[in-house]
């Protein structure tokens, strides 16, 4: 004799829908350049100095010690803000493509200089602007990336971007 089994099937029918928040990161850099020592780009102005070549170019790579530093930031955790007590631009003279594994310039020979006063300037226009006045005796090599960390300890970059800008 045979019995007959019952046999139990789940079917279930939903949707995956994913949540996605897209950042863009775009960076623009100018690199002005005077004849002439200044403390910052107002003096400079106030000054009349004269004004020999101006640079304007976009882009650059995140690298990922700066991403994770950013990240530590935003939730609150321990990480050296990229403030005007710490922050810095650098320049050095390499010329290896940027990839996010790198931990700084890749340059022989390179330059750090503090922000001028009141930067990095921050919190309107969804935008953080960094800037520092290099004199004429500071980083004299041909620029060929730059990047902004955030101080000689623990010197966390933020990005960095290839560029020949003289």
């Known amino acids: 004799m045979?019995?007959?089994?019952?046999?139990i099937e789940k079917v279930?029918?939903?949707?995956?829908?994913?949540?996605?928040?897209?950042a863009k990161w775009k960076a623009k850099w100018t690199i002005e350049k005077f004849i002439g020592d200044y403390k910052s780009r107002e003096e400079a102005t106030q000054k009349g100095a004269e004004?020999?070549?101006?640079?304007?170019?976009?882009?650059?790579l995140l690298?990922?010690?700066?991403i994770n530093a950013m990240w530590t930031l935003i939730c609150g955790g321990t990480e050296t803000a990229f403030n005007n007590a710490n922050a810095r631009i650098g320049v050095g003279n390499?010329?290896?493509?940027?990839?996010?594994?790198?931990?700084g310039l890749q340059g022989a020979s390179t330059a750090f200089k503090a922000m001028d006063s009141g930067y990095p300037s921050y919190g309107s226009n969804q935008k953080a602007t960094?800037?520092?006045?290099?004199?004429?005796?500071?980083?004299?090599?041909?620029?060929e990336e730059i990047t902004v960390d955030n101080g000689a300890t623990p010197?966390?970059?933020?990005?960095?971007?290839?560029?020949?800008m003289g």
């Open 51 to 60: 004004l020999i070549e101006k640079l304007e170019f976009e882009g650059n």
């Open 130 to 143: 960094f800037r520092s006045t290099f004199g004429s005796t500071e980083g004299n090599f041909a620029w």
């Open 94 to 103: 390499g010329t290896a493509a940027a990839e996010a594994t790198q931990t």
């Open 155 to 164: 010197n966390k970059n933020l990005n960095r971007k290839v560029q020949a």
């Open 63 to 66: 690298l990922n010690e700066g």
């Open 2 to 7: 045979m019995e007959k089994g019952l046999g």
């Open 12 to 22: 279930s029918v939903g949707a995956l829908i994913p949540i996605v928040d897209l």
